[in-house]
Every structure is written in C-alpha cells, then in structure tokens.
C-alpha cells in the first residue's frame, strides 16, 4: 500500500456544486494530517489542517478517520477559482508525505 | 513579504555541473526541509534539517546532494554533478512547530541539459 494515495481524478464539476475528495494513508502512527492547494507550476499553499473532530473553514470541510486511515475534503458552492490540484499530507515521522494529488476542474 | 524566498527561480545547467539552490526562511524558525516535483509528478521529500544539522534524508538525497545554512539566514541545496534526471521544480520549506503545516517557497525550476 502507498504511504498515502489520491484519486487522481480529474473531477470536473459545474460550478455551484459540492465535491470531496478523500485520501487513504498507510501508517497508523501518523498524527498530522494537511491539505493542500497547487496551482499549476507553483508552490504547494496550505489550506487546512485536519483534525480528528474534523473542521470547517468557510466552504472547506475536513474530516479524519483514524479507523479506516483516510482524510476528506469537501468544498461546497465551488467556484471557477477553486481549480487546481488537492494534495493531501501526512506525517511519517519528522516528514510531511504528500500524496500525488487530486484535479479540480470547476466549468461555469 | 513572502515568508520562504528561493533563488534562483529557474537555473539551467549543463549535465555534470554543480548547482547551489538557496533559500531565505524566517530565521526563527527550526525545521527546514527539501522538496522536489519532477514535472508532473508528485512532491517528493528529499532531507529534513533541524537545529542546523540533517535529521532525516530520502533514498533520492544521495551523495549527489548536500545541504547547508552557511550563515544562520541561508539555507542552501547543493548538487555536485548534475544528471538529467535532476530536472524538476526544488522548494524550500519551514515548519514553525512540531505538527504545523509547511510554508513552501516559490520553488526553483532547475532544467539540466
């Protein structure tokens, strides 16, 4: 099993509509847990943290489930300007793992 | 102000040269780290470094590679000899604390040719 895994999508939704994206991760000592935005040919951003009570912030929502070792992303009411690729991270030790990413494509 | 300068922001070098990438991160900050991205790959983790020592490399972060903060302020990426397959983006990133997300740089773009 891959350290951490994406669907690599690309998931093309018009805009408006609600998209997850989830990411499994191999090893169950891992305790931190990111998501991240990449623009294309530019430096991955940091859009949230997740928590094991999961969290909210503004149209994002992440979850975290320890027992089934995966993170989600959900972003409701997309916009055109939310395309880009979702990487997730996860620890291994001192070290961020980040998964290969998840593509976003929001139409009007 | 950018919180992690890199530069350059694209080199271009001759196979078997040597390349220093360089890196400004806020100097309070401990944890510094190495990343790169082949063009359409994933991000990959290359070495850590923590209280001006390496604390962990990958098997990419071979003796092709060394890494130093010469001046305190610095943080530098060296590769001896270049190869090909040593053509990607390099980012820089800092951590402020234990279990805090990464501030990336810019990135460098290193095409060998």
């Known amino acids: 099993r891959k350290e951490v895994e994406q669907d690599p999508g690309p998931f093309n939704v018009p805009e408006g509509a609600t998209v997850a994206f989830n990411c499994t991760y191999s090893?169950?000592?891992?305790?931190?847990f990111f998501w991240y935005r990449q623009d294309c040919r530019k430096e991955p951003k940091l859009l949230m943290s997740?928590?094991?009570s999961g969290n909210e912030d503004g149209r994002f929502t992440a979850q975290l489930n320890r027992a089934s070792q995966y993170i989600s992303l959900l972003i409701r009411d997309s916009k055109l300007s939310d395309s880009a690729t979702y990487l997730c991270?996860?620890?291994?030790?001192?070290?961020?793992?980040f998964g290969a990413g998840t593509i976003l494509r929001v139409k009007s | 102000e950018p919180e992690v300068t890199q530069t350059p922001s694209h080199q271009v070098t001759q196979m078997g040269q040597e390349v220093i990438l360089r890196c400004v991160p806020i100097?309070?900050?401990?944890?510094f780290y190495w990343y790169r991205q082949i063009l359409g790959q994933k991000v990959e983790f290359l070495v850590s470094?923590?209280?001006?020592?390496?604390?962990?490399k990958s098997e990419i972060f071979d003796d092709q590679f060394s890494v130093e903060r010469p001046d305190g302020s610095n943080f530098t990426l060296k590769i001896r000899s270049t190869k090909l397959e040593d053509s990607a983006m390099y980012f820089c990133?800092?951590?402020?604390?234990?279990?805090?997300?990464?501030?990336f740089g810019s990135g460098t773009r290193l095409t060998v040719v």
């Open positions: 991270a996860v620890n291994y030790g001192n070290k961020l793992v």
């Open positions: 090893n169950s000592a891992s305790q931190s």
């Open positions: 997740v928590y094991s």
């Open positions: 100097s309070n900050h401990l944890y």
């Open positions: 470094f923590y209280n001006n020592e390496i604390s962990e």
């Open positions: 990133a800092r951590q402020a604390r234990v279990n805090y997300g990464y501030t």
